[in-house]
């Protein structure tokens, strides 16, 4: 099968390549790691198996310094079919947050309401997101991210 990925999220090209990371099954929740004075460090996608029971990837990258927050989940029956960001200068991504199969927000992973939203990042009507890729640079933690995604 072709791999499927949406743009980037922003023009941040700096730093290298983290990930990807992918789900057996469509997308269904997100942990981030936050560091105080760099925002999210790191982060995981959840998924549902088919007995119902929840499953999640491995980080994104090695960084281990910050803190795990909250897991962020669609409601039950919807998978994510999209993403956003927030941005904050000098501090890479700040926020992110799940777009359900209904087009609804999930909450922000993060309390950090600094920066800037950025284009949302959806996949196209019919898919789910299914894994993501990111860019890591040093002193800004992850700067960027992209979702790859298949049909369902």
């Keep these: 099968m072709p791999q499927s990925w949406t743009d980037w999220g922003n023009t941040n090209q700096n730093g290298s390549k983290v990930g990807p990371i992918f789900c057996p099954y469509p997308c269904s929740g997100l942990i981030v790691s936050e560091q105080v004075?760099?925002?999210i460090v790191n982060l995981k996608l959840g998924f549902l198996y088919p007995d119902g029971t929840e499953?999640?990837?491995g980080w994104i990258t090695?960084?281990?310094g910050g803190s795990e927050r909250?897991?962020?989940?669609?409601?039950?029956g919807k998978f994510a079919t999209g993403i956003k960001v927030r941005e904050q200068p000098a501090k890479g991504l700040v926020n992110m947050r799940l777009i359900d199969?209904?087009?609804?927000?999930t909450?922000?992973?993060?309390?950090n309401q600094n920066g800037s939203e950025n284009s949302p990042l959806k996949v196209p009507q019919g898919n789910s997101v299914t894994g993501l890729f990111a860019r890591e640079q040093a002193g800004y933690e992850i700067i960027n991210v992209k979702i790859h995604y298949q049909p369902k």
């Design 101 to 105: 199969s209904d087009g609804n927000d």
């Design 70 to 76: 909250q897991a962020i989940r669609c409601p039950t």
């Design 55 to 57: 499953g999640w990837t």
């Design 107 to 111: 909450p922000w992973a993060t309390d």
């Design 62 to 64: 090695e960084n281990m």
């Design 37 to 39: 004075g760099h925002g």
